[in-house]
Structures are given as structure tokens and as C-alpha cells.
């Protein structure tokens, strides 16, 4: 089959923060992408806004860069360049990325080395019989200990080698240990083959070495041009101007705008269905841009538009020769999480616009359209849906996303999605690796335990840090981060991937501390919190708005307590009620959304408006309250 020797298609993937959105943007910069005027912000690929304030890929994206000379006879090489996230909740970016490309580029961080992250992605990588050219960045930092990390690195890349089933991909994960490895810096956008030593940059001007390597043990996109058009869809975008835009990967033949074509898709029982439609625009990307274009051919990475209902995973063939390609497949979900209408008393107060169960589920069916990890179930109410997702950050996320759009919503406790397999209830585990100072050694172990994880693994790194690794459910991960952070002083890393399905591990405690929930709806008064001020945490300020089974605080004691959080002082004329602003409060403490979801118990809910977040109870009467606890005990009693 010819190939195409002016095209390379490379996926960037690493762990979280190892620099790969950093290196997409030197390359750019260093292709003259970005033009000699203009303002260029910094990590130009992260172009969502949570991604800029979280500092995160969410998204999977893609580039092209253009290097002017650098193929074949002197002709223009284009370099497809995909930027992906390193986090396991956002794997199936991963997944359908791994789809689109020939290669992979994995970064290493030069102190941290491989984590559970890189592990994931290069498994994947290895099972599609992918090359890996292995990057070591960030050379420049103080605790560098670049030798250490490339034999991780190439450690991991045999362990993985020897556990892939198919032999030719085994064969070809070998080959990989033979190709060079770089030493890189992406934020001083330098690259080269020789090791610098620890704490230096490279000892190159630019990333050449890199675009050179990328060039050469790459292969070329195998591409059919003269056969029957053959394209799959791994991506989606949407436009004001052109609706949905679906992007393809040219397996064979030539795809031209204006074209009739066989579209392939899938219903929601998985069924194929066969139809006719027209490209009515065709668009290449130029840098961070897309352009028209009139014609794209086997190898490329190109967008189409016209064909309303198209989904990732759909196949555009020629119409005489309708041959679909391979489903994209992706893991199974893990976390789950009731979203719903908002059902507090105030509903309608919190500054959104878009309240109704119908525009919910609206919402809730665009975000399937592009996020191949979700699903979104019916649940016995009309206004609430449970929607399953990889991890408690995919789905945060998308609740934050809805959260600026105006939506109010009413979002359940996260919980795992279980199976029953030969008549026994299995739940999802999770493979864990924390590198914690020694300090903290025994805190984590007693942590871990108490949420019936299982240690496999622990190793001094030197330096007074060490790294351990867990097999845990991942029930016990839900509200874990926030607990770890405290008890390592802010100083612990903890990752994690899945590690499959096994048995129901038993009861999890998951939180230490009760609510203290308001018995009365009104408006809290500076009174009622100074007379309150020994019973906990309070999350809310005086004149803010209570009502009757909202959660006001966290008490310190593992039970609920009932508090009055409106109560006025009694006026006389002798005390005025302006000696109440003198009185000094401690700070309340605000609840962003991750943290409330952390927090929210088996019987409680996250309100989520545009103006703010609360916790509420499930049920806000306080006797309807102890009447279905009285109930839940008796059930337990009996089984």
C-alpha cells in the first residue's frame, strides 16, 4: 500500500502536568504558527476556560504544524499533532485520540517519572502495535534524576511489552526499546538526543532533534489514495455558522466537498444503519485554525459539516463500497451521579435561567455527543438522570460547565457503578500510587485502611519520600483527596487508574464529621452564629439566606444536630441590635463544588446554582427525616 511521505500523525501523551500542552505550544511557536504579531497566551491548546483556571486538558485537540522543506525531495512536511489530557478521568479522550494517530510521543517528567497515568496511556498506545518515543522533560529542574527515570521508563515499557496478548504488537512494543530517547525542556522549547545531565537544559537551541526523531521512526500514514473512500469519525465540534462538525481520519480513497457519501452509524442499541448524505464543507487545520478546503486525501486529518446527527465512532464510505470501520471502544464508566432539576425552596433564586426538566435533559444529550466516557440512564423520577462517567472530576466538571450556562441543579452524592457477576455484586477497583515525605508514612497507611485498601507495593525514593501503591474500591477514592491533602500537610501525590472489577469490599465510612442542619427557614443572623460558634465549621455568613434542612456547617462529632440558625437577639432598651455588628466571626468557610460534593453524605445533595452552592438534605423535614432513618435501621436489622 503507498504511503504518504509529506504527513505524520503523533499523539503527545503523558501523566498530568508532565508538560505535554507546554510542548505542543513550543512547536507551534517554533513553526511559525503564531506569526511574528499578535499576542499569543501561553498554553494556546487549553482554550476552554476551566481548562485555563484549572490548569488541566479536558479535551482532546488537534494541531497541525507545517515544517517548510523538511519532507520528502524538499517538499512541506505536515505534522497532525494531538494534545491530550493526563488525567484517568478524561481517558476516553485518550482512547479515541490513540484512533486518529500512527505514533505517540510519551512524556516523562525528569523527577517524578512514570506514574499510573503514563502507565495507562502507554498500554494503550502498545495494544493499537504503536511506535513510542519516549521524551524525558523538564530536565531543567532541581530534583532532575534523568538516568532514573529513562529506566523506569523503559522498564515499564517491557512490563507492559510481555502482558500484550496480540504477537505482532508484542513484537513491535520490543522494537520500541531500539528507538532514541529525548531529553526536552517545553517551557524553553529545547530538545536533544544527548543527555544533559540532571538540572540542565539541553544543550539545543530549538526542538529540531525532536521534529527530526518524530520524522524518522514514525511511520508514514499507510494510505490507499486510489481506493474507495474510507473515514472515521473521532472527534466533534460545533460551529454558529456550520452546526456540527465532525473530524475524520482518511483511511483510503479521497474525500472532496460537495461529495455524497455512505454514513454509517450506530442507534442506541448498537444497531448499524446505513444512509446517504453531502459534505457540504470540507476544512483542513492550518496551526490552531481551520480553513475551507476542496479536497483531502487518505492519511489526512480533516473536519466535515452538513450531516446533523454524526457521532464518534460513525464511518463515511464511498457510496458503492459502504465498509464500516471498527466501532471506537472505550472503558466502562466507574462513578455515578444523580443530576437533576433543582427541588430546593430556592429554586428560581439563584441567578440561573434554565430550570425546567426538558432543557436538563436537553443539555445532558449534547454533552453524549461529544463525550465518548458518558452515559446518561433513566431514574425512577422524571426530573433527575443518573449519568455515569470514568471519575468524580469528569463528572465535576461537566456540573461546573452546566453551572455557568444558568442551569440550577440538584446533584446527588457520587456513588460506583456496580455489576453482578455470577450471582455476586462486584464494584470497580482502583490501582493507587502516592509518593508522600516519610513523615506521613503511618498517617496514609491508617487512611488507606479505613477505606479497605490493600497495599501491593512500597519503595524508598531516597530524599525522605515514599512511594506506595494500593489496590482500593473506588468508593474509597470518593471524597479521599480533600482528607489526604490534610493529613500529608499539602504534601502528598496520590494517582490512580482502574484496576477492573472484584468483589464488594463491605462498609466504607466515608466521612468523620455530621451536619448541622437549619430547623427553620429565614435569615441568619451574626446572633445565632456567635451562640453557635463552638458546635463546628460553619460554610455560611450572617444575612444570608436558610431554609428548613439545609446544611450549615460541618460538626466535628460524627452525628447531625438540628440548629437554629436565625435566632435574633431579643431587643430591649437597654440592648441594641446594632451592638451585633461589633461582635467578630470567624471566617466562614466557602464550599467550591468539588469540595461540596466531597462533603455531601448518603443523605444529602449538592445545590448548584450560578450564584452559589449549598448542601441540603434529601429530605428537608426534620421528623420525615427520623422517621426514614428509624426505617433504613430496621431494614438493616432485618437482613
Given at each position: 500500500?503507498?504511503?504518504?511521505?509529506?504527513?505524520?500523525?503523533?499523539?503527545?501523551?503523558?501523566?498530568?502536568?508532565?508538560?505535554?500542552?507546554?510542548?505542543?505550544?513550543?512547536?507551534?511557536?517554533?513553526?511559525?504558527?503564531?506569526?511574528?504579531?499578535?499576542?499569543?497566551?501561553?498554553?494556546v491548546?487549553?482554550?476552554?476556560?476551566?481548562?485555563?483556571?484549572?490548569?488541566?486538558?479536558?479535551?482532546?485537540?488537534?494541531?497541525?504544524?507545517?515544517?517548510?522543506?523538511?519532507?520528502k525531495?524538499?517538499?512541506?512536511?505536515?505534522?497532525?499533532?494531538?494534545?491530550?489530557?493526563?488525567?484517568?478521568?478524561?481517558?476516553?479522550?485518550?482512547?479515541?485520540?490513540?484512533?486518529?494517530?500512527?505514533?505517540?510521543?510519551?512524556?516523562?517528567?525528569?523527577?517524578?517519572?512514570?506514574?499510573?497515568?503514563?502507565?495507562?496511556?502507554?498500554?494503550?498506545?502498545?495494544?493499537?502495535?504503536?511506535?513510542?518515543?519516549?521524551?524525558?522533560?523538564?530536565?531543567?529542574?532541581?530534583?532532575?534524576?534523568?538516568?532514573?527515570?529513562?529506566?523506569?521508563?523503559?522498564?515499564?515499557?517491557?512490563?507492559?511489552?510481555?502482558?500484550?496478548?496480540?504477537?505482532?504488537?508484542?513484537?513491535?512494543?520490543?522494537?520500541?526499546?531500539?528507538?532514541?530517547?529525548?531529553?526536552?525542556?517545553?517551557?524553553?522549547?529545547?530538545?536533544?538526543?544527548?543527555?544533559?545531565?540532571?538540572?540542565?537544559?539541553?544543550?539545543?537551541?530549538?526542538?529540531?532533534?525532536?521534529?527530526?526523531?518524530?520524522?524518522?521512526?514514525?511511520?508514514?500514514?499507510?494510505?490507499?489514495?486510489?481506493?474507495?473512500?474510507?473515514?472515521?469519525?473521532?472527534?466533534?465540534?460545533?460551529?454558529?455558522?456550520?452546526?456540527?462538525?465532525?473530524?475524520?481520519?482518511?483511511?483510503?480513497?479521497?474525500?472532496?466537498?460537495?461529495?455524497?457519501?455512505?454514513?454509517?452509524?450506530?442507534?442506541?442499541?448498537?444497531?448499524?444503519?446505513?444512509?446517504?448524505?453531502?459534505?457540504?464543507?470540507?476544512?483542513?487545520?492550518?496551526?490552531?485554525?481551520r480553513?475551507?478546503?476542496?479536497?483531502?486525501?487518505?492519511?489526512?486529518?480533516?473536519?466535515?459539516?452538513?450531516?446533523?446527527?454524526?457521532?464518534?465512532?460513525?464511518?463515511?464510505?464511498?457510496?458503492?463500497?459502504?465498509?464500516?470501520?471498527p466501532?471506537?471502544?472505550?472503558?466502562?464508566?466507574?462513578?455515578?451521579?444523580?443530576?437533576?432539576?433543582?427541588?430546593?425552596?430556592m429554586?428560581?433564586?439563584?441567578?440561573?435561567?434554565?430550570l425546567t426538566?426538558?432543557?436538563?435533559?436537553?443539555?445532558?444529550?449534547?454533552?453524549?455527543?461529544?463525550?465518548?466516557?458518558?452515559?446518561?440512564?433513566?431514574?425512577?423520577?422524571?426530573?433527575?438522570?443518573?449519568?455515569?462517567?470514568?471519575?468524580?472530576?469528569?463528572?465535576s466538571?461537566?456540573?461546573?460547565?452546566?453551572?455557568?450556562?444558568?442551569?440550577?441543579?440538584?446533584?446527588?452524592?457520587?456513588?460506583?457503578?456496580?455489576?453482578?457477576?455470577?450471582?455476586k455484586?462486584?464494584?470497580?477497583?482502583?490501582?493507587?500510587?502516592?509518593?508522600?515525605?516519610?513523615?506521613?508514612?503511618g498517617?496514609?497507611?491508617?487512611?488507606m485502611?479505613?477505606?479497605?485498601?490493600?497495599?501491593?507495593q512500597?519503595?524508598?525514593?531516597g530524599?525522605?519520600?515514599?512511594?506506595m501503591?494500593?489496590?482500593?474500591?473506588?468508593?474509597?477514592?470518593?471524597?479521599?483527596?480533600?482528607?489526604?491533602?490534610?493529613?500529608?500537610?499539602?504534601?502528598?501525590?496520590?494517582?490512580?487508574?482502574?484496576a477492573?472489577?472484584?468483589?464488594?469490599?463491605?462498609?466504607?465510612?466515608?466521612?468523620?464529621?455530621?451536619s448541622?442542619?437549619?430547623?427553620?427557614?429565614g435569615?441568619?443572623?451574626?446572633?445565632?452564629?456567635?451562640?453557635?460558634?463552638?458546635?463546628?465549621?460553619?460554610?455560611?455568613?450572617?444575612?444570608?439566606?436558610?431554609?428548613?434542612?439545609?446544611?450549615?456547617?460541618?460538626?466535628?462529632?460524627?452525628?447531625?444536630?438540628?440548629?437554629?440558625?436565625?435566632?435574633?437577639?431579643?431587643?430591649?432598651?437597654?440592648?441594641?441590635?446594632?451592638?451585633?455588628?461589633?461582635?467578630?466571626?470567624?471566617?466562614?468557610?466557602?464550599?467550591?463544588?468539588?469540595?461540596?460534593?466531597?462533603?455531601?453524605?448518603?443523605?444529602?445533595?449538592?445545590?448548584?446554582?450560578?450564584?452559589?452552592?449549598?448542601?441540603?438534605?434529601?429530605?428537608?423535614?426534620?421528623?420525615?427525616?427520623?422517621?426514614?432513618?428509624?426505617?433504613?435501621?430496621?431494614?438493616?436489622?432485618?437482613?
Amino acid at each position: 500500500m503507498p504511503v504518504r511521505t509529506d504527513l505524520r500523525n503523533v499523539a503527545i501523551v503523558a501523566h498530568v502536568d508532565h508538560g505535554k500542552t507546554t510542548l505542543v505550544n513550543a512547536m507551534l511557536e517554533q513553526s511559525g504558527v503564531f506569526g511574528d504579531h499578535g499576542e499569543v497566551a501561553d498554553r494556546v491548546m487549553d482554550s476552554g476556560d476551566l481548562e485555563r483556571e484549572k490548569g488541566i486538558t479536558i479535551l482532546a485537540k488537534n494541531t497541525a504544524i507545517r515544517r517548510k522543506g523538511a519532507g520528502k525531495d524538499g517538499r512541506d512536511l505536515i505534522i497532525n499533532v494531538i494534545d491530550t489530557p493526563g488525567h484517568a478521568d478524561f481517558g476516553g479522550e485518550v482512547e479515541r485520540a490513540l484512533s486518529m494517530v500512527d505514533g505517540v510521543v510519551l512524556l516523562v517528567d525528569s523527577s517524578e517519572g512514570p506514574l499510573p497515568q503514563t502507565r495507562f496511556v502507554l498500554g494503550k498506545a502498545l495494544a493499537a502495535s504503536m511506535p513510542v518515543i519516549i521524551v524525558v522533560n523538564k530536565t531543567d529542574r532541581a530534583d532532575a534524576r534523568i538516568d532514573h527515570v529513562v529506566e523506569q521508563a523503559q522498564d515499564l515499557l517491557l512490563e507492559l511489552a510481555s502482558t500484550v496478548e496480540d504477537p505482532e504488537a508484542a513484537e513491535a512494543a520490543e522494537r520500541n526499546l531500539e528507538l532514541p530517547v529525548l531529553y526536552a525542556s517545553g517551557r524553553a522549547g529545547k530538545a536533544s538526543t544527548e543527555n544533559p545531565g540532571d538540572g540542565n537544559l539541553p544543550d539545543n537551541e530549538d526542538l529540531q532533534p525532536l521534529f527530526d526523531v518524530i520524522t524518522e521512526t514514525l511511520p508514514e500514514p499507510s494510505a490507499d489514495v486510489d481506493g474507495p473512500l474510507q473515514a472515521q469519525v473521532t472527534n466533534l465540534d460545533s460551529s454558529s455558522f456550520l452546526g456540527r462538525i465532525g473530524l475524520i481520519r482518511i483511511h483510503s480513497g479521497k474525500i472532496r466537498k460537495g461529495q455524497q457519501v455512505s454514513w454509517i452509524h450506530y442507534d442506541s442499541d448498537g444497531e448499524q444503519h446505513v444512509k446517504t448524505a453531502k459534505i457540504a464543507e470540507l476544512l483542513r487545520t492550518v496551526g490552531v485554525t481551520r480553513v475551507p478546503t476542496e479536497e483531502a486525501i487518505a492519511g489526512d486529518i480533516a473536519a466535515v459539516s452538513g450531516i446533523d446527527e454524526i457521532m464518534i465512532g460513525d464511518t463515511l464510505c464511498a457510496v458503492d463500497a459502504p465498509n464500516p470501520l471498527p466501532r471506537i471502544m472505550v472503558d466502562e464508566p466507574a462513578i455515578s451521579m444523580t443530576i437533576g432539576v433543582n427541588t430546593s425552596p430556592m429554586a428560581g433564586q439563584g441567578g440561573g435561567d434554565k430550570l425546567t426538566a426538558r432543557v436538563v435533559k436537553a443539555r445532558l444529550d449534547q454533552e453524549l455527543i461529544g463525550n465518548v466516557s458518558l452515559r446518561v440512564l433513566p431514574t425512577e423520577r422524571p426530573d433527575a438522570w443518573e449519568v455515569q462517567g470514568r471519575g468524580e472530576m469528569a463528572l465535576s466538571i461537566l456540573v461546573e460547565t452546566m453551572r455557568r450556562e444558568g442551569f440550577e441543579l440538584t446533584v446527588g452524592k457520587p456513588q460506583v457503578v456496580t455489576k453482578t457477576i455470577d450471582g455476586k455484586l462486584h464494584e470497580p477497583y482502583e490501582h493507587l500510587t502516592i509518593d508522600v515525605p516519610e513523615e506521613h508514612l503511618g498517617a496514609v497507611t491508617q487512611l488507606m485502611a479505613a477505606r479497605k485498601g490493600r497495599m501491593e507495593q512500597m519503595a524508598n525514593q531516597g530524599s525522605g519520600w515514599v512511594r506506595m501503591e494500593f489496590t482500593v474500591p473506588s468508593r474509597g477514592l470518593i471524597g479521599f483527596r480533600t482528607i489526604f491533602m490534610t493529613e500529608t500537610k499539602g504534601t502528598g501525590i496520590a494517582n490512580h487508574f482502574s484496576a477492573g472489577y472484584d468483589d464488594w469490599a463491605g462498609e466504607i465510612k466515608d466521612r468523620a464529621t455530621g451536619s448541622l442542619v437549619a430547623d427553620r427557614t429565614g435569615q441568619i443572623t451574626a446572633y445565632a452564629l456567635l451562640q453557635l460558634a463552638d458546635r463546628g465549621t460553619f460554610f455560611v455568613e450572617p444575612g444570608d439566606q436558610a431554609y428548613e434542612g439545609m446544611v450549615v456547617g460541618a460538626n466535628p462529632r460524627d452525628e447531625d444536630m438540628d440548629i437554629n440558625i436565625t435566632k435574633e437577639k431579643k431587643l430591649t432598651n437597654m440592648r441594641a441590635a446594632s451592638a451585633d455588628t461589633t461582635v467578630t466571626l470567624d471566617k466562614a468557610r466557602s464550599l467550591t463544588l468539588d469540595e461540596a460534593m466531597e462533603f455531601c453524605g448518603a443523605d444529602e445533595c449538592v445545590e448548584v446554582t450560578p450564584d452559589g452552592i449549598r448542601v441540603r438534605k434529601l429530605i428537608l423535614n426534620a421528623t420525615e427525616r427520623g422517621r426514614a432513618r428509624s426505617r433504613e435501621k430496621a431494614l438493616n436489622k432485618n437482613k
